[in-house]
């Protein structure tokens, strides 16, 4: 019985393989394992079939718990093309168990991928197990009976491979049979096809001269919390989070976005959460977005936005608005490869600059950081407790691949959780001094009362330019300046006094070697510094740090900081505690591999590290 | 607040800070003029302007005040407008604000046809940073960054509106206290998006622009005041008409007495009369120029969620998705 | 390269990445063959784009292209122009691109004229994204981020332009490959900025969306083919015909036979019509619609230079100012 | 005789002051004396005559050299009217010469000021010397033979004051005079009237009674290096170091910007230097603005732009593109105070985190910064020969107010200064290969060729996806696009390689404390490290840094880094050099006082600072 094992599903934009993946996923969840997974495609909607950048792959790695990332490598590959397997091989186990879809192996699919020469027999795959099938001809065989056109039979296939996957697993056929009813009821014809697809797929694992070469496999089951769980994306956590926010607040939610990759997930969830008093409005650009989500701040909902760097780029003067006139806002940036355009579907952690110091003038705000997709929803409704709290916007930051990234999650209960407060509005004595109510902060949180327009008696007027911190009228005046600045430094400060102090992950609370992390690298840290037996300390608040992390570091000889960018954490950490960090950076668009880290840290502790 | 406001009580305590002279004093002037005649409420009427001289406009109005950001005035009025929609929301900006820098914002609001009182200051010229020419300058204005003359073609910010589906144009002149009034009482009763240009003047640096036709010695023939239903007459004792040339698709002025016959009438309803009367330069026409009102978009924001943004049902029961499963000890 | 270039010499070696079956394709061809007819310079044509699936344009022609940032193609083709006249700009932006995002940049390049072919290619939703509603999809699209149906009311990129004061607007349709290589020949021609709207066919997200006129066996009944002073005849053997009513200030359909008179001739330096033209359902109105001529913003921004950007003097001669004094040891 | 003398003028913002102030300054500058001026106006084009936040000041600090600052504390006021007189009370040094209009105080405008009773009376002006005139009166009738309006007849009252200071200070009427022929020569009888009104003024200087109490004043020449000066602005100086720049590198340059305070004064300068090869665009916005600027870099000509803080904000996601397609770029940032609107008239240096960090994504950039009007022709030149050496946009700090400020300026030799090289586009031999050519970098300062359209043979495409480092062609490959991400930062790394060593200012190269500071805070910087012996160390390279700045630096204790924001060059040198400077930030919008600098510098001594 395997601890863990990781499967790739790899074809064609074409061929379903996403679904087939989540579909996948959703089986191993019911079946009681942990598990990860990294879906990975090509940023062409549809790029030419059969070439090797229009390969897509879903990769899962399954079993018993805790399982963090996809896996480094995988060992088993289901390919459903010739360059599926040409992208796919490199990152193979050595040994591993390769499906290969064989009919697929035509000279012009082989010419397509970049073969010369037919790879099963060139011995090029001579150090893995090969089970070859003709996938799309049985699938055929299977659909024939429906009359459909030959495309769309062909469109089964991954439901018909996703059969066999499933016999090999020992799993059972029926919430994926109950799926694809629901998804197709529609159209009962293509539906039944589907089904028939499905289990041909199971029964054909079982036929004699196959199953030799085809091993079942089971894998230890998690050893979970006890609690109801669910399968969940970042972004479907994120969308849940926002909502859940507006319910502990009490407040309904108005997200105003403008689709970007791959930010664009969450603004389509949100649609589908209209009875949570949750409101969308698609904005002609980033700007009109924040603008918009600005106004409705000012107007008493919860505003919230979401991008990615480009789009984040473009928020930025709005932002300082959003500071200067002390209102609440939730900003999301999804991070993707740059600069510019640069790698839009790849997912990269190098907006940490951006969201701590890219603003015009001395313009704080707090930041935080989800560290997996069920997190995402923990730090939205963090995210809305501290714009609500400190009346100011605050940039909650997701690496871009956690929006499709899935993990098993410990369903929440909403009616447990710590209501939002905000501050509400003074009562109004009307007259001229009810304006400047609108200025008179707690002393704690130095948050301002949230008046808002239509509230009798409170009528005052506010705005970008410098106010006066008592009465809130403009002021140019040199001492009121230098107070305001201080204050909205002392404002951001403060969250520090209400966040948790920063907790050890793993390891012992002192030593030479310590980890910090933050953001998606949770996972591969997370399994590095178990192997290696260092400790681990993972941010999930970016500004300000908690207040306990200096003191906490510098128990440790060595701090070394991990992320996917150029270092742009360690210089925070130079920064804000004056340490000086050891930084291991990629850049490539592609997560660390739990290895890798592993070579690392024993370098670091050998002390040979370049 | 039972009582009837005046004028005054829409007069904020902030010293008003536009230059003596300017033409934003009479705008404003007029402005808490219509709140009061329309009964407006202090506390659930707001300004939202953008930046320059025009934009400082809600400081000086006892109402809710937003001075925002250069050009984004409508971008965040709506999500304001959306977010309470039973306010009242005017926006105040001028012709850099509103049709350069924020000429996007603006046409996406027109389309959109969301409940907003648009005011456009146009002096032509970007006042409060020191008198560059501005995208409604006419070719040839010199001014610090075009010394030798502008030779961008300006704007017309009546046809950029109705190209952008505008369902309500109207024209003003600062100092003419009826004219203003009217249309200002005409935005403020219209659902959806109300565009009004102000044709106003900057002494400092755009002297009398429009002297041409906002001369009250020679107002009569050189201004056209619209009213729907009504002959689009003018000139002394409405002598002159406006007649519509099928050959040339033009208007043309023609003696009333003449051809009473043929002297169009105004229909405000009609897009393509709104496109010849916002080009018409002798007379110019002034008033509502287009009229079509359609659902607003709050309104169809509201209809289109089906709980009208209320929390009807909780996450709990959203949370679980379709496939959750349940680990026991 | 003094020997004629053809269509296949414009296609570059970069594989080409849209859907199968995506409208650009056409484009792409027609583009490339209108080149090869116009006899363009590879050196010295240039394709700048945005981004979106239309936007990938500038890397499948055997040209100079920058693929440069959403909505701001028209802005760097500016500069661009600017800096060197004497190329031929192309613009590719997708309503999203050109409209959302990057409408402020399209109305201002507009009104100055600027020496442009931008093309648009309208297939009413953002592709790249996966399918959202764009600017111009019509009330009620069901897309990812409307389920529910788009509530917004499109934007006509006609109208908008002509509002914006745009002094050529064309249309064609992807897969009509004379229709579409005649505009582009006359947009190439054209001095100043020439708006061309495509409409393309995503068939991924918004399979069909045109069909109803796009489909060739009505294309006589839905499809009207303007030639400036020809009259606008369509439909089986001609036999329809269109015509002005001054009362409605509306253009209607009439059987030519019956009144040949008053079939109207298309002039394409009329605005009026040219905004009626735009408005026409059943026929769409394609090729060129409005055509007026004006001083291209490069031509009037080197002939307002009085060195036309030479170096005539140098710096030592400006550097003293009006009061320099000298210190000696 | 005195070493130096600081004085102030201040007015109405109708009075003409500013102009009043300039002219001074010319006569100072030819007097042969050293200066530093401060112009102080109101945000509003012109607030209402006679308000405190109505009145404009122009504050001149003259004699022997080195003049670095505008002064701390005024020895002679002219005050126009009561309200002037209330503003600039608290900053005179005590004993100092107050020039009253007395026929401005009347009882209104003694209320519109908020004097309760007048200050002449009440003992408020005891502690100063106080001279008396009824200028305005004088003025009128000296010009009243000219049969000009009440008013127009006022509007010369600027040049009776002129006059007299002139007395006062024993210069010439000559070329103040020859300046308003200039100026007002269209319309001779204005002309003759403000010539008349000069006249006035010097001749009233003389009048016995007065003299007694208006002591005339003479003050060091100033030991300037010898060589031609003139009085110049930063925006002159900035203009002419971007036409300059145009003719070293031998290009056009095409200016590209949208007004704002207090950037809008370069793009009126530079619309005046057409003959020189410049051309000025005025955009819709600032987005477009910068996107014109990269536009005509990608068509060869030297792109510019500039801006301040909020519109700088707006460029980031370009700036981004032009990283990515490695074009050359001078991108000027006027910094003023924020956040958002902010206080647009006040200075500040808070656009450092914003220009060193504030993009999306790893993205980095060259930064400078100019420390005094003249020194921004100097920058300008090196920012575009930055730009040109390596194929990068850069970013120019410059603190608002030098836009306004003038000194005195030794008249640089533009043609003994060394040319802009640019990297020549390769010969083409046309075909595919060609189009490599863009991306072949020149192996010291890694700038590419700047291939331009309509160079034969060499058509190629590039923009703001993720290119591969040999083809230029469009890549997702992993291991690539680390290649290339460390290749940018390389890239900016290697300026430092072309640059000066970092330079003390002043004082030994060792010791218990050095005093760094950047951009406009050189002046009182060099004067309080002069009075108190420190070392000084001023940067004008801000990214990358000197290469030898960390071990200068380190020779010393104490790291002192006064500035005008909340502590962002702290930041820096803590990220980049891991040091633990001590902050001074004052975010008040106004500079530094040199007294509040050696305070702080003797507590630094003596240990005992907060
Ligand atoms: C992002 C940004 N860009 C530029 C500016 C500078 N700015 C302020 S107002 C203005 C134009 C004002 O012109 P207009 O809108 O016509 O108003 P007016 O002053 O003429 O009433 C400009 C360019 C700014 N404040 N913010
Ligand atoms: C600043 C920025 N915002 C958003 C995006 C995401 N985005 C890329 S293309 C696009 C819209 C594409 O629609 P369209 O212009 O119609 O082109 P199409 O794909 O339909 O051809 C969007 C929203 C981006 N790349 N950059
Ligand atoms: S500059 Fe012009 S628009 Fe601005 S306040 Fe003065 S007069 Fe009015
Ligand atoms: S998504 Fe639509 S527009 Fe984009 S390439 Fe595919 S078919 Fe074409
Ligand atoms: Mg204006
Ligand atoms: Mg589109």
Redesign the interface.
């Known amino acids: 019985m395997l601890q863990s094992i990781v499967v790739r599903l790899a074809g064609d934009s074409g061929d379903g393989i996403q679904l087939m993946g989540s579909q996948f996923a959703?089986s191993t969840?019911?079946s009681?394992r942990d598990f990860a997974t990294f879906p990975d495609y090509?940023?062409?909607?549809?790029?030419?079939?059969g070439?090797t950048?229009g390969v897509s792959a879903y990769q899962i790695n399954l079993g018993g718990d805790p399982i963090t990332t996809a896996g480094d490598a995988p060992d088993v590959l289901v390919a459903f093309n010739p360059a599926a397997l040409k992208v796919s091989l490199p990152m193979l186990q050595a040994g591993a168990l390769i499906i290969l879809n064989s009919d697929s192996f035509t000279a012009r699919s082989l010419a397509k991928a970049g073969y010369e020469e037919d790879p099963r027999e060139n011995g090029t795959l001579d150090r893995f197990q090969v089970v070859a099938a003709d996938i799309g001809h049985f699938n055929l065989e299977a659909v024939k009976s429906f009359g459909l056109s030959k495309s769309e039979g062909g469109r089964c296939k991954n439901f018909w491979a996703l059969g066999l996957l499933l016999w090999m697993f020992g799993r059972e056929l029926e919430?994926v049979e109950a799926?694809i009813r629901?998804r197709l009821g529609g159209n009962p014809n293509l539906c039944d096809a589907n089904v028939a697809a499905l289990h041909a797929g199971h029964a054909f694992g079982e036929t004699a001269e196959l199953s030799a070469a085809l091993p079942q496999v089971t894998t230890d089951t998690?050893r979970?919390?006890?609690?109801?769980?669910?399968?969940?994306t970042g972004a479907?956590a994120l969308a849940?989070g926002i909502?859940?926010a507006?319910?502990l607040a009490?407040r309904?939610v108005?997200f105003?976005s403008?689709?970007?990759?791959p930010s664009?997930p969450l603004?389509?969830r949100l649609?589908?959460?209209?009875?949570?008093?949750v409101?969308?409005?698609?904005?002609?650009?980033?700007?009109?977005a924040i603008?918009?989500?600005?106004?409705?701040?000012?107007?008493?909902?919860i505003?919230v936005t979401s991008s990615?760097?480009?789009g984040?780029?473009?928020k930025?003067?709005?932002m300082?608005?959003a500071?200067?006139?002390e209102l609440p806002l939730l900003i999301v940036n999804w991070q993707r490869?740059?600069?510019?355009?640069?790698?839009?579907?790849?997912t990269?952690q190098?907006?940490l600059?951006?969201a701590?110091?890219?603003?015009?003038?001395?313009?704080p705000l707090p930041v935080l950081a989800a560290s997996s997709p069920g997190e995402c929803f923990d730090m939205a409704i963090e995210g809305v407790r501290i714009a609500l709290r400190h009346m100011t916007p605050v940039i909650l930051l997701v690496d871009g691949y956690l929006s499709n990234v899935s993990e098993p999650w410990l369903?929440?209960?909403?009616?447990a959780l710590a209501p939002i407060e905000s501050h509400a509005a003074p009562d109004a004595d009307s007259g001229?001094s009810a304006r400047m109510l609108a200025s008179q902060r707690d002393p704690d949180s130095l948050g301002r009362p949230w008046i808002?327009?239509?509230?009798?008696?409170?009528?005052?007027?506010?705005?970008?330019?410098?106010k006066d911190y008592v009465t809130g009228?403009?002021s140019?005046d040199?001492?009121n300046?230098?107070r305001m600045?201080?204050f909205?430094?002392a404002k951001v400060d403060a969250v520090a006094n209400f966040i948790p102090e920063q907790r050890l992950e793993l390891g012992p609370d002192k030593g030479d070697l310590v980890i910090v992390g933050w953001g998606s690298t949770y996972g591969p840290i997370y399994q590095a510094a178990r192997r290696t037996g260092v400790s681990f300390v993972h941010l999930r608040h970016i500004n300000p740090l908690p207040a306990n992390l200096g003191e906490l570091l510098s128990r440790f000889d060595k701090v070394l900081v991990p992320e996917m960018?150029?270092g742009?954490l360690a210089?925070l950490l130079?920064?804000k505690l004056?340490i000086?960090p050891v930084s291991v950076c990629?850049?490539?668009?592609?997560p660390f591999r739990i290895a890798e880290l592993v070579d690392r840290i024993e370098a670091e502790r050998r002390g040979d590290a370049a | 607040?039972s009582e009837k406001l005046t004028a005054k009580d829409f007069a904020?305590?902030?010293e008003v800070r536009w230059c003596p002279g300017c033409g934003d004093y009479a705008i404003l002037k007029a402005v808490t003029g219509a709140l009061a005649d329309v009964g407006a409420h202090?506390?659930?009427?707001?300004f939202?302007s953008g930046?320059g001289c025009a934009s400082r406009f809600?400081?000086y109005v006892?109402?809710?005040?937003?001075?925002?950001?250069h050009g984004?005035a409508p971008?965040?009025?709506?999500?304001?407008?959306?977010?309470?929609p039973?306010?009242d929301v005017w926006v105040v900006t001028g012709d850099g604000d509103g049709l350069s820098i924020g000429g996007?914002?603006l046409v996406?609001t027109l389309r959109r046809n969301v409940g907003l009182k648009i005011l456009l200051f146009n002096n032509e010229i970007y006042g409060l940073t020191k008198g560059q020419y501005s995208p409604t300058s006419r070719v040839g204005t010199r001014s610090p960054s075009s010394p030798g003359g502008s030779i961008d073609t300006p704007l017309s910010p009546g046809q950029l509106a109705l190209g952008a589906g505008a369902r309500f144009f109207a024209r003003a002149i600062d100092t003419d206290k009826p004219g203003l009034g009217h249309v200002l009482r005409e935005a403020h009763a219209f659902d959806g998006t109300a565009f009004t240009e102000i044709f106003q003047n900057c002494i400092v640096y755009n002297e009398d622009v429009f002297a041409s036709f906002t001369d009250r010695k020679d107002a009569a023939d050189t201004q056209l005041h619209l009213r729907h239903g009504e002959p689009m007459l003018f000139g002394k004792d409405n002598s002159k008409g406006l007649r519509f040339n099928a050959d040339t698709f033009a208007l043309e002025v023609v003696e009333a007495a003449a051809s009473p016959g043929n002297v169009l009438v105004h229909d405000e309803t009609n897009a393509v009369l709104a496109r010849l009367l916002v080009e018409l330069e002798r007379p110019v026409a002034l008033g509502v120029l287009y009229r079509q009102p359609a659902q607003a978009f709050e309104a169809a924001?509201y209809a289109h969620?089906?709980?009208g943004?209320?929390?009807?049902?909780?996450?709990?029961e959203?949370?679980?998705?379709?496939?959750?499963?349940?680990?026991?000890?």
């Open positions: 959703v969840a019911l009681g090509p940023a062409e909607i549809r790029a030419p079939a070439t950048f919430p799926w629901r998690a979970l919390a006890p609690g109801e769980y669910r399968s969940v479907e849940l909502a859940a507006g319910e009490d309904p108005l105003c403008y689709p970007i990759t664009s603004l389509h649609t589908r959460l209209q009875e949570l008093g409101g969308t409005f698609q904005a002609e650009d980033e700007i009109a603008c918009a989500a600005i106004g409705a701040s000012y107007g008493g909902m505003g990615s760097g480009p984040i780029a473009l930025t003067e709005a300082g608005l500071v200067s006139a490869g740059g600069p510019s355009t640069g790698l839009p579907t790849k990269e190098s907006d600059y951006q701590v110091y890219g603003r015009n003038a001395d313009t369903i929440p209960i909403v009616e001229p808002t327009p239509g509230m009798p008696g409170l009528v005052h007027r506010t705005g970008g330019l410098e009228h403009i140019y040199p001492d300046h230098q600045t201080e909205r430094q960018n150029n742009q210089t130079r920064d004056c000086q990629k850049v490539s668009g592609q | 607040m904020s305590s902030q202090p506390e659930s009427t707001v939202v930046i809600p400081y006892e109402t809710y005040g937003f001075h925002t950001i984004r971008a965040i009025a709506t999500g304001l407008k959306l977010a309470n039973d306010l996007n914002h996406h924001f969620h089906p709980t943004m209320k929390r009807t049902k909780r996450v709990a959203f949370i679980k998705g379709p496939n959750s499963w349940t680990v026991s000890s």
